[in-house]
């Protein structure tokens, strides 16, 4: 089947579309939740379902270290893997791999040792496209160079072209039909390399586009910006993905500048140190204040978690180191995602996208806070 997105409906930039895909619809924008290694962590895929997913993520360069694309393949691709039947997006393993400590960069690729047990591993343009082939996901992105923040204007722009020849190899080498390689914008965080970037990859004629190497530790106000000088250059009519964001407020301005799909592992990494977010903010359930608070964790919420426990038990699971507390979170975390999702999408269809954007910068920013929050974490 062939990649269909349409787009149906938009306000300012905000835009409502529906991706169509063999094994199912993706209504966007959308949060894809990060199955790094095959799966959740904290919540088996039945629970997923329960928050709203409708696709989700999984990682090349783990899954090609541990247990590799062959077991992969040998129990029937990753959707059998994982028993998951709906869409599945793999990232090519460039962020992983270029966040490394003594990756070796070269023109055919990068050598690198696994941490686990040291073996020196090679990647490339072509063997990320079979890696990723013989997992067989839905979606597969090109091999990219994603360099580090902050990077000097040559060293960002070599990259970027970098990025454009892999892309060439990737396109080159990929050769199934019913896996739709997305290509990767480049360009850290200069505005006329990301421009360069956007119509140098465009012109590659992909079936989608995502903006690349953002979420590095350039801060929210220069990922927005990066996200500003490529998005004009972006084709309206194919879908656009902002990788590895981010928090609530960052999926809210990447849809306010035409971002249609997003993922972290916010969600669930934060949900395993005790962070919950809320409509209100977010707040860490380990505080001594919910010792004895019998509210749910977030009131506007219908998810298991909320609708059959109170603060105070979720307290108590976590600090006695259960996991239940852990899967809770998690559970709830990600159906906060995706009905902040499904909330964007009702708001650009009925035309009051802006009137939501505001209400929730003035809510979520402003509302409850308890506990040490971390002040960021890595995608």
Known sequence: MTLRFELLKTEGRARRGRLELAR???????FMPVATAGAIKGISPRHLKETGASICLANTYHLHLRPGEDTVAHAGGLHTFMAWDKPILTDSGGFQV???????????????RWQVDGREVFLSPERSMEIQMALAPDIIMAFDECVPHPSTWQVAKAGMERTLRWLDRCIARHDKEDQH????????VYDDLRQLSAQATVERNTPGYAIGGVSVGEGHELMMRSVDAAEPFLPKDKPRYLMGVGYPQDLVEGVARGMDMFDCVLPTRLARAGIVFTRRGSLRITHRSFRRDKYPLDAGCSCYACTDFSRLYVHHLVKS????????????NLTYYLDLMQQMRTAIEEQRFEA???EFHATYTSGEKRGDLPAGVPA
């Open 24 to 30: 199912g619809t993706v209504e966007t924008p959308i």
């Open 98 to 112: 270029f966040s490394l400590p003594k990756v070796k960069f070269e023109e055919d690729g990068v050598r690198f």
């Open 181 to 188: 390689l997305f290509a990767i914008v480049q360009g850290s």
């Open 321 to 332: 180191k259960e996991l239940l507390g852990t899967q809770l979170i998690v559970l709830h």
């Open 356 to 358: 939501f954007r505001k």
